[in-house]
């Protein structure tokens, strides 16, 4: 049961909050706070008070399930206002996280002192809110309007030393435990009592020093990077408010900007990706028992895009990583592309150079098997070629020691076969990394048929060590993402053919949300390698999946996209600009193919390409290579650009209607995946996904 534990140490009151795990506040907590407060207040013998949270952690938020029902602010805004009305000096004591509500409490104590290993941030952005308890106006006063912009838009955490510096905390207790923060926020208090220190509120700290211009210059640099967004935008007018109102209007404001996004569907849609990243996390296929190994040294075979960014993320990661390459040519190029990526992000300011020195060495190459005997997982990124494959992973099988993994990067290729290829096919996995593989945050974790439970559990919590998020895949063709990729690209590809230009689509797709069209993707990938696949599955071809005719005669122009200068558009750099003789070559084809051109709307291009992707979702999962839709939705948001105000396909199917899509799949298919056909008529996913 959530309790707030309220215990006078000598002249000082000791607030405890209860609620296991992670002290999440809710409504009936906050009144229990309050309560404990007001007793607290009400004793004269208090002189103080530390609130500390019970357990590993301070408070990690608000709980999310009982934001949409309120109607007043995050939880009650009242706890927050008598603890920074509180007359004696308050010290909020932090370890384990302090987010959200949680930072919020914090800032409205009078003092903040924390355990060296705290992390502390604003992140409700990240599911379509912003703070609600005063965070908005309390964090400017303390840190400055820069700080608290990028911090409250972005959600990002800050660790204690970063904390302290900019002005969050007052003091680090060293220590690593409960007792000893406890011990130091009561010395600390005692001592501002015995100082005699004044009491200084947030709220009464002033901004100064800014132009208005700022919050103008401010929204103009992040127009293109918060489109569709809600609460992005109100934070800066309530940073803004903060700066130029007086307290009581910034803080109205806050309340009203709150609501507002509480009550958009973005919260919905975003609040529901955060659970379903927690189902993803807790897959069924992997069992309890299974405990995952642990991993010390890593190799990576192939210093390609991928082997090379897979190399930083793990070292990012502080895993010790191994490169193997075929020679010393491309060796080098590789480890100096990973250098150059770090000096990159050392200018840009996303790392600072020592955490980038340390990250390089822990990075080194090798042109011999023998160097990776001792790794504790090999993740192999080398062309996609099955023999070449097979022939890493029969060395890898050869040198490595018992309990290893042996990964493979693979987008496309069966993953039994390259299993079959080792004498150890349950220590094969498919680790499937998208690029940038050291910023993008998706990996597909692909079960083999002998993968086994301690070896998906073995990545999984790799995953997790790396940051990623994880979602299960069966061994299909493309795995999740790729093989809805393909379906929706078929669909685009017949849209072309029936009226639509490249630009058309991608500008639908835009428009939708995506940051990037299906079209310009494929230049940025390049058309060759499309083709090499095309070329390696003739064999299976499908009536209903030309294979793009399109795009092949593209190819047989040498225009292989953005890197060849021209492919669907012609580039100047990275501009893209759309070209009349690739429309030629569109109708040329319509014509040679008999098919009747007509003028497509952008909402028939957004209806027919979504749809198709919900048809090929509902067809993965109803074939248990997903193990929920919400997978499907983990998937195509931080792998594939899918809008996560959005929610995903399937989230976004179940809002626009599921017979919609049903008839639309009917008509342009003929026939739809079984598990949409149960879901349309139950008018949800949820119970015609266990049917
Ligand atoms: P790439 O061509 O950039 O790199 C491949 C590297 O592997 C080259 O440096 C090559 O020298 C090296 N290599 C080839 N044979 C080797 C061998 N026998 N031993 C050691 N190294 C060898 O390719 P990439 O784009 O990095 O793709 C690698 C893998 O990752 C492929 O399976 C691809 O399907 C997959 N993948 C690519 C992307 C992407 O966006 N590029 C995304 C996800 C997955």
Same mark, same amino acid.
């Given at each position: 049961?959530?309790?707030?534990?309220?215990?006078?140490?000598?002249?000082?009151?000791?607030?405890?909050?209860?609620?296991?795990?992670?002290?999440?506040?809710?409504?009936?907590?906050?009144?229990?706070?309050?309560?404990?407060?007001?007793?607290?207040?009400?004793?004269?013998?208090?002189?103080?008070?530390?609130?500390?949270?019970?357990?590993?952690?301070?408070?990690?938020?608000?709980?999310?399930?009982?934001?949409?029902?309120?109607?007043?602010?995050?939880?009650?805004?009242?706890?927050?206002?008598?603890?920074?009305?509180?007359?004696?000096?308050?010290?909020?004591?932090?370890?384990?996280?302090?987010?959200?509500?949680?930072?919020?409490?914090?800032?409205?104590?009078?003092?903040?002192?924390?355990?060296?290993?705290?992390?502390?941030?604003?992140?409700?952005?990240?599911?379509?809110?912003?703070?609600?308890?005063?965070?908005?106006?309390?964090?400017?006063?303390?840190?400055?309007?820069?700080?608290?912009?990028?911090?409250?838009?972005?959600?990002?955490?800050?660790?204690?030393?970063?904390?302290?510096?900019?002005?969050?905390?007052?003091?680090?207790?060293?220590?690593?435990?409960?007792?000893?923060?406890?011990?130091?926020?009561?010395?600390?208090?005692?001592?501002?009592?015995?100082?005699?220190?004044?009491?200084?509120?947030?709220?009464?700290?002033?901004?100064?020093?800014?132009?208005?211009?700022?919050?103008?210059?401010?929204?103009?640099?992040?127009?293109?990077?918060?489109?569709?967004?809600?609460?992005?935008?109100?934070?800066?007018?309530?940073?803004?408010?903060?700066?130029?109102?007086?307290?009581?209007?910034?803080?109205?404001?806050?309340?009203?900007?709150?609501?507002?996004?509480?009550?958009?569907?973005?919260?919905?849609?975003?609040?529901?990706?955060?659970?379903?990243?927690?189902?993803?996390? &807790?897959?069924?296929?992997?069992?309890?028992?299974?405990?995952?190994?642990?991993?010390?040294?890593?190799?990576?075979?192939?210093?390609?895009?991928?082997?090379?960014?897979?190399?930083?993320?793990?070292?990012?990661?502080?895993?010790?990583?191994?490169?193997?390459?075929?020679?010393?040519?491309?060796?080098?190029?590789?480890?100096?592309?990973?250098?150059?990526?770090?000096?990159?992000?050392?200018?840009?300011?996303?790392?600072?150079?020592?955490?980038?020195?340390?990250?390089?060495?822990?990075?080194?190459?090798?042109?011999?098997?023998?160097?990776?005997?001792?790794?504790?997982?090999?993740?192999?990124?080398?062309?996609?070629?099955?023999?070449?494959?097979?022939?890493?992973?029969?060395?890898?099988?050869?040198?490595?020691?018992?309990?290893?993994?042996?990964?493979?990067?693979?987008?496309?290729?069966?993953?039994?076969?390259?299993?079959?290829?080792?004498?150890?096919?349950?220590?094969?996995?498919?680790?499937?990394?998208?690029?940038?593989?050291?910023?993008?945050?998706?990996?597909?974790?692909?079960?083999?048929?002998?993968?086994?439970?301690?070896?998906?559990?073995?990545?999984?919590?790799?995953?997790?060590?790396?940051?990623?998020?994880?979602?299960?895949?069966?061994?299909?063709?493309?795995?999740?993402?790729?093989?809805?990729?393909?379906?929706?690209?078929?669909?685009?590809?017949?849209?072309?053919?029936?009226?639509?230009?490249?630009?058309?689509?991608?500008?639908?797709? &835009?428009?939708?949300?995506?940051?990037?069209?299906?079209?310009?993707?494929?230049?940025?990938?390049?058309?060759?390698?499309?083709?090499?696949?095309?070329?390696?599955?003739?064999?299976?071809?499908?009536?209903?999946?030309?294979?793009?005719?399109?795009?092949?005669?593209?190819?047989?122009?040498?225009?292989?996209?953005?890197?060849?200068?021209?492919?669907?558009?012609?580039?100047?750099?990275?501009?893209?600009?759309?070209?009349?003789?690739?429309?030629?070559?569109?109708?040329?084809?319509?014509?040679?193919?008999?098919?009747?051109?007509?003028?497509?709307?952008?909402?028939?291009?957004?209806?027919?390409?979504?749809?198709?992707?919900?048809?090929?979702?509902?067809?993965?999962?109803?074939?248990?290579?997903?193990?929920?839709?919400?997978?499907?939705?983990?998937?195509?948001?931080?792998?594939?650009?899918?809008?996560?105000?959005?929610?995903?396909?399937?989230?976004?199917?179940?809002?626009?209607?599921?017979? &919609?899509?049903?008839?639309?799949?009917?008509?342009?298919r003929g026939k739809s995946a079984p598990l949409l056909a149960r879901a349309a008529e139950r008018g949800s996913w949820t119970g015609a996904e266990d049917s």
């Amino acid at each position: 049961m959530p309790s707030v534990n309220l215990r006078i140490d000598g002249d000082i009151a000791v607030i405890t909050i209860d609620n296991p795990p992670v002290n999440a506040l809710s409504m009936a907590l906050g009144n229990m706070l309050l309560a404990a407060i007001e007793t607290a207040a009400r004793d004269p013998n208090v002189r103080g008070a530390v609130l500390i949270g019970a357990g590993t952690t301070f408070v990690a938020g608000a709980d999310i399930r009982e934001i949409s029902t309120r109607q007043d602010g995050v939880h009650g805004r009242a706890p927050f206002d008598a603890i920074e009305a509180f007359e004696k000096p308050v010290v909020a004591a932090l370890h384990g996280v302090a987010l959200g509500a949680g930072l919020e409490l914090a800032l409205a104590a009078h003092y903040r002192v924390a355990l060296p290993s705290v992390r502390v941030g604003l992140p409700e952005v990240l599911i379509g809110l912003l703070p609600g308890a005063g965070g908005t106006q309390r964090l400017p006063r303390l840190v400055g309007i820069d700080l608290a912009l990028d911090l409250i838009t972005s959600g990002q955490l800050l660790e204690a030393k970063d904390a302290l510096r900019c002005g969050i905390l007052d003091q680090l207790i060293s220590g690593s435990d409960y007792d000893s923060l406890l011990r130091g926020a009561l010395e600390f208090v005692r001592l501002r009592i015995s100082n005699s220190t004044s009491l200084l509120a947030v709220r009464d700290l002033e901004i100064t020093g800014f132009a208005l211009s700022r919050f103008t210059q401010y929204r103009a640099a992040h127009e293109g990077k918060w489109r569709g967004l809600l609460a992005q935008w109100k934070v800066v007018d309530c940073i803004e408010a903060a700066c130029t109102k007086p307290w009581d209007t910034g803080y109205a404001l806050e309340a009203r900007c709150f609501r507002e996004c509480a009550e958009s569907p973005q919260f919905s849609a975003l609040s529901y990706l955060f659970f379903a990243e927690r189902y993803a996390a &807790k897959p069924r296929t992997v069992s309890p028992e299974a405990t995952p190994r642990e991993i010390f040294y890593a190799g990576v075979i192939g210093a390609g895009t991928m082997g090379t960014g897979i190399a930083m993320a793990l070292a990012n990661a502080g895993i010790r990583v191994r490169i193997l390459e075929t020679g010393s040519a491309e060796l080098d190029r590789g480890l100096t592309q990973i250098r150059k990526s770090y000096c990159t992000a050392v200018s840009r300011g996303s790392l600072t150079s020592s955490q980038a020195l340390e990250a390089v060495s822990r990075v080194s190459g090798t042109l011999d098997y023998e160097d990776l005997r001792e790794s504790d997982i090999v993740i192999e990124a080398v062309i996609e070629d099955p023999e070449v494959k097979k022939s890493v992973f029969r060395q890898l099988d050869q040198i490595l020691k018992p309990g290893a993994i042996l990964a493979t990067n693979t987008s496309t290729l069966d993953v039994d076969e390259i299993a079959a290829a080792t004498e150890r096919p349950d220590a094969v996995v498919g680790a499937h990394f998208f690029a940038p593989a050291n910023v993008m945050r998706l990996l597909e974790c692909v079960k083999g048929a002998d993968t086994s439970p301690q070896t998906l559990a073995t990545i999984l919590r790799f995953a997790k060590r790396l940051n990623k998020v994880a979602v299960v895949a069966g061994n299909c063709r493309g795995f999740i993402g790729n093989r809805i990729l393909e379906a929706y690209g078929s669909e685009a590809d017949y849209l072309l053919l029936e009226g639509a230009t490249p630009w058309q689509v991608d500008t639908a797709l &835009k428009t939708f949300g995506f940051p990037m069209g299906l079209y310009r993707m494929r230049d940025m990938v390049g058309l060759d390698v499309a083709r090499q696949a095309r070329r390696q599955r003739r064999s299976d071809q499908n009536a209903r999946f030309p294979f793009s005719q399109v795009e092949d005669q593209i190819c047989e122009m040498g225009r292989f996209g953005r890197k060849t200068g021209a492919g669907y558009y012609r580039y100047d750099g990275r501009r893209a600009t759309p070209d009349a003789e690739i429309e030629l070559l569109i109708q040329k084809t319509s014509r040679m193919l008999d098919v009747r051109r007509k003028l497509i709307t952008d909402d028939e291009i957004v209806n027919r390409l979504l749809t198709a992707m919900v048809n090929e979702g509902a067809a993965i999962v109803g074939e248990g290579y997903a193990a929920r839709t919400s997978d499907i939705d983990i998937v195509y948001v931080y792998g594939y650009g899918f809008p996560g105000y959005k929610g995903g396909p399937m989230y976004w199917a179940e809002r626009y209607g599921l017979r &919609k899509i049903y008839d639309a799949v009917l008509k342009h298919r003929g026939k739809s995946a079984p598990l949409l056909a149960r879901a349309a008529e139950r008018g949800s996913w949820t119970g015609a996904e266990d049917s």
